[in-house]
């Protein structure tokens, strides 16, 4: 795992963070430490191709709010949306299906776990209803590099500082 970038909040336009993964375990530990940064009502888009890690990102995240990402997490492609226990809900989102229309975000439920500000919400395919997920919401960008390599690109919104380098850590849960 490489943190290649760091840029800190400009006027009106927020953090980013890139970093560079060779394994579905380093990915799963910078969710991990980006997860560490998350509280309730936040949302996460994933967004990138399938095989890109959106996934294997959510298991990382679920991992910090004490599950077991890979018995835990499964694909919602039908059921659209899974709602994992952990010390905070985690509303696992996919909307691969549907085209992210209001309606369809409407009718499916999506639209009421973005804004319960109860539960976190990681949003698969989160590019195609990004103007009607909140303004916060924050963007991760799988880059599919190469068959283990995947670059991570993490836009966070203005004014929601990233979270801190200890974070990091693997002993941070
Ligand atoms: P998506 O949800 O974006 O379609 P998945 O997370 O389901 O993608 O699948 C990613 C696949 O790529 C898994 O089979 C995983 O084992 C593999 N993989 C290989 N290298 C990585 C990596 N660096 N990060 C994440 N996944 C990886
Ligand atoms: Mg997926």
């Given at each position: 795992?490489?943190?290649?970038?760091?840029?800190?909040?400009?006027?009106?336009?927020?953090?980013?963070?890139?970093?560079?993964?060779?394994?579905?375990?380093?990915?799963?530990?910078?969710?991990?430490?980006?997860?560490?940064?998350l509280a309730?009502?936040?949302?996460?888009?994933?967004?990138?191709?399938?095989?890109?890690?959106?996934?294997?990102?959510?298991?990382?995240?679920?991992?910090?709010?004490?599950?077991?990402?890979?018995?835990?997490?499964?694909?919602?492609?039908?059921?659209?949306?899974?709602?994992?226990?952990?010390?905070?809900?985690?509303?696992?989102?996919?909307?691969?299906?549907?085209?992210?229309?209001?309606?369809?975000?409407?009718?499916?439920?999506?639209?009421?776990?973005?804004?319960?500000?109860?539960?976190?919400?990681?949003?698969?395919?989160?590019?195609?209803?990004?103007?009607e997920l909140?303004?916060?919401?924050?963007?991760?960008?799988?880059?599919?590099?190469?068959?283990?390599?995947r670059e991570?690109?993490?836009?966070?919104?203005?004014?929601?500082?990233?979270?801190?380098?200890?974070?990091?850590?693997?002993?941070?849960?």
């Amino acid at each position: 795992m490489r943190r290649e970038v760091a840029k800190s909040n400009g006027e009106g336009e927020g953090a980013e963070l890139v970093f560079v993964t060779h394994s579905p375990e380093e990915t799963r530990a910078v969710a991990r430490r980006l997860a560490a940064g998350l509280a309730p009502g936040d949302v996460v888009s994933l967004e990138g191709d399938l095989g890109a890690g959106k996934t294997e990102f959510v298991r990382g995240v679920v991992e910090l709010f004490g599950l077991d990402g890979e018995r835990t997490v499964t694909s919602p492609t039908f059921t659209i949306i899974n709602v994992y226990e952990g010390t905070v809900p985690i509303y696992h989102i996919d909307l691969y299906r549907l085209e992210g229309t209001y309606d369809e975000l409407e009718n499916a439920g999506v639209l009421e776990c973005v804004s319960d500000g109860e539960g976190i919400s990681l949003v698969e395919w989160g590019e195609r209803a990004i103007l009607e997920l909140p303004s916060n919401t924050i963007r991760v960008i799988l880059i599919h590099l190469g068959e283990t390599e995947r670059e991570i690109r993490v836009l966070f919104p203005p004014g929601k500082p990233a979270p801190p380098e200890e974070a990091s850590s693997p002993n941070a849960q």
